[in-house]
């Protein structure tokens, strides 16, 4: 009877050793102490190595927030960039200008690609933001004609980002569900810049 008790006693110490290196393990891993001090209580080796094979959450974590930080980071330098270029070719036009009247000659007439002011500067969507048709509209399935042809079926986000390339302009015909017919694409709010 004493050596029954004896192998139950050690079983039983046996089975708390591993649920408590289960459980620490799980811990440094970012999951659930206690359910997993269960697991190895119960299961002793195989709890072990499940938990040993799983992966760290608290690193997965710290990578994501790293991840995160850089491309808030890289967002900023992207606006940076494209303010310093849109101030450069504003820059740029104003000598432009300046020079043409000095010299009382019009370049923007003589050399239509010096034309700066006339094209339409893309506003890029930086990534993370989020491209939402205005209310009432649907996001999919707008159509449009280009050179006398209909295209389409495309996505609100596609339309959007051609608008602020310039590649369609406020006076392309556009339609989608809803619509009683085709309109010009500056009617559609918020498509365009501003």
């Not at 330098?77 to 303010?83: F, G, T």
């Not at 019009?106 to 890029?124: F, G, H, I, V, W």
């Not at 159509?143 to 495309?154: A, D, H, I, K, T």
């Amino acid at each position: 009877m004493g050596n029954d008790s004896s192998v139950l006693l050690f079983q039983l110490i046996i089975a708390l050793v591993f649920g408590c290196i289960t459980a620490g393990i799980a811990s440094s891993k970012g999951r659930n102490a206690v359910g997993w001090f269960f697991l190895g209580f119960f299961f002793g080796c195989i709890g072990l190595i499940i938990v040993s094979c799983l992966s760290n959450l608290k690193e997965e974590a710290a990578k994501w927030a790293t991840q995160d930080i850089e491309q808030r980071r890289l967002r900023e330098q992207l606006r940076q960039e494209q303010l310093k270029t849109e101030a450069l070719r504003q820059h740029t036009v104003a000598r432009l200008d300046l020079h043409d009247e000095h010299l009382g000659m019009d370049t923007k007439q003589a050399a239509p690609a010096l034309n700066l002011t006339m094209a339409p500067r893309p506003q890029l969507l930086l990534p993370g933001q989020q491209v939402t048709p205005p209310p009432g509209y649907p996001s999919t399935e707008w159509y449009l004609v280009e050179n006398g042809n209909q295209q389409g079926p495309y996505a609100y986000a596609v339309l959007h980002s051609r608008a602020r390339q310039g590649t369609i302009s406020p006076a392309t015909m556009v339609w989608v569900a809803g619509m009683k017919d085709w309109q010009p694409a500056g009617r559609i709010p918020n498509l365009f810049p501003s």
